[in-house]
């Protein structure tokens, strides 16, 4: 599968055309505005990953009605936080388009991204990954996502985090994909969470006290 497949760090301009795919794949409640995405973009250490596959002879001919990104087809995308002083990477979204999903790409995305921090991208090595996941709600989508993750080694180190949103917060499972036999300690945790949330959710006025409601939770992790 991997000999045609690409990851890219894309332009921001680019961020417009998949802007629409984020509207229809993730909950209102759980997205910034458009504008708020480009700043994050423009002005602090966020990116869009693109995960890019080359025209065959049978797609070719109708990539005008995909979308590409250096003629090539977009398979998925992601937006990621590095934390460089930290060594670990926040992973905010991830998806395949609807079009790929259920091939396999989801998983190779997943695992290439650790190859690519840390040997193509960046000359940091990150030690992982923390993102979000939805709590299942009786929704067999969102328990077959948590099944994904930890099947691919992903591990649950809080059941009580909390999203800020506009709302007031959305109860959140937080997860770790490690890249390495390691220890993340308490102390350096919290500092990424206040970071991101400073960072990506500057624009909600309650954020520290979403913080301040699981952060007595946050206890080291040893791999």
Not at 42 to 60: F, M, R
Not at 135 to 156: C, H, K, M, V, W
Not at 186 to 195: A, D, F, G, P, S
Not at 201 to 212: A, G, T, V
């Amino acid at each position: 599968m991997n000999n045609n497949l690409h990851i890219h760090i894309a332009d921001n301009k680019y961020f417009n055309k998949i802007f629409k795919y984020i509207e229809m794949e993730f909950p209102k409640e759980e997205r910034k505005s458009l504008s708020h995405y480009n700043k994050l973009l423009d002005t602090t250490p966020y990116e869009l990953i693109l995960l890019t596959k080359k025209h065959s002879q049978n797609t070719a001919s109708i990539s005008n009605n995909r979308c590409t990104y250096n003629n090539e087809n977009t398979i998925g995308y992601g937006l990621m936080y590095p934390l460089y002083q930290n060594n670990i990477l926040w992973f905010d979204y991830l998806a395949i388009l609807d079009e790929y999903k259920n091939m396999g790409y989801g998983s190779y995305f997943f695992n290439a991204l650790k190859n690519f921090y840390n040997t193509q991208h960046s000359p940091h090595k990150f030690y992982g990954m923390l993102f979000e996941v939805e709590i299942p709600s009786g929704d067999i989508n969102q328990t077959r996502r948590i099944s994904f993750y930890e099947n691919l080694g992903a591990i649950r180190i809080l059941d009580n985090y909390i999203l800020p949103s506009p709302s007031g917060g959305i109860p959140m499972y937080l997860y770790y994909m490690p890249f390495k036999a390691h220890t993340l300690s308490t102390k350096v945790i919290k500092q990424i969470i206040l970071k991101v949330h400073q960072s990506i959710h500057h624009d909600i006025s309650n954020w520290k006290s979403c913080y301040n409601n699981f952060c007595n939770s946050i206890s080291d992790i040893h791999l």
